[in-house]
């Protein structure tokens, strides 16, 4: 059967610094094979050849072409909403690259959107002026709505967490781009060139990627290696179609032995 991949990072592919065993197998079983696949990932903060550069030190060879980012799915869903837009920008250099890719522009006056990524740029001068903007009419976008984020350290205040702040303070809800949102979900089946039922989304989170891949009819593959554990699965309504302990169980060797 034709298939493809759409392969979470974070908890999938590395875990902080730290590669996950099998991970670098698999991605050349695909690429050898000529299998579609494209590296999903809801953290806003990197362009597509920072997740390149990134990827290298877990040996690791792909292009930009290969990687999506929330910064790239909420350019392209503000771009659709309203072309060549203004919006006030909480976020690093994933995001602002990607607005200006396509024709955005960044201001603090009356902008169309107030966005929020990923990142650690937030102090309280700028959530003043986004709670300014947005209660003067602009529309509160977030790239995801991860609460936190896993780091070497120990975890971190996510997008989510930030947006959250800003919904209290304003009584505005924000709307939500990244996985599991069926926009970037739909965008990066498009992008692999295959119909529903080919697609595979491998990822570690239940809320994000299983539950993204749920909604939009693609078979999932839940890896243990992440933020979801065994016993925790029976908490959800829905289901991954496959749990593994890891991406390693999905590469070639484990494959023809399974
Ligand atoms: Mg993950």
Redesign the pocket.
């Known amino acids: 059967m034709r298939h493809g991949y759409l392969i979470?990072?974070?908890?999938?592919i590395y875990r902080g610094s730290e590669a996950i065993p099998g991970a670098a197998d698999f991605i050349s079983y695909l690429q050898d094979e000529d299998i579609p696949y494209l590296f999903l990932t809801n953290n806003s903060a990197y362009t597509p050849l920072d997740v390149v550069v990134k990827l290298r030190k877990f040996n690791i060879e792909t292009s930009a072409e290969h990687v999506y980012t929330s910064a790239q799915a909420t350019a392209e869903f503000v771009h659709r909403q309203k072309p060549d837009g203004t919006a006030f920008v909480i976020g690093e250099g994933g995001l602002l690259s990607a607005l200006h890719e396509t024709n955005y522009a960044t201001s603090r006056e009356k902008p169309d959107y107030v966005i929020v990524g990923e990142g650690r740029v937030l102090n309280f001068e700028m959530v003043e002026h986004a709670h300014r903007c947005i209660a003067s009419g602009s529309h509160l976008i977030s790239t995801n709505s991860d609460t936190w984020c896993p780091t070497d350290a120990g975890p971190r205040p996510g997008c989510g967490a930030i947006v959250a702040l800003l919904e209290a303070a304003s009584g505005r809800k924000a709307y939500h781009v990244g996985k599991p949102n069926p926009f970037m979900m739909r965008a990066a089946r498009k992008r692999i060139g295959l119909s529903t039922e080919e697609v595979f989304m491998i990822?570690?989170?239940m809320e994000t990627?299983i539950r993204g891949a749920t909604d939009l009819g693609f078979q999932s593959i839940l890896v243990l290696t992440?933020?979801t554990s065994r016993e925790e699965l029976r908490a959800y309504p829905f289901a991954p179609t496959r749990v593994v302990e890891s991406i390693a169980e999905l590469a070639p060797a484990a494959l023809a032995l399974g």
Request: glycine share 28%; aromatic share 0%; net charge negative.
């Open positions: 979470d990072m974070d908890g999938v990822g570690d989170t990627d992440g933020s």
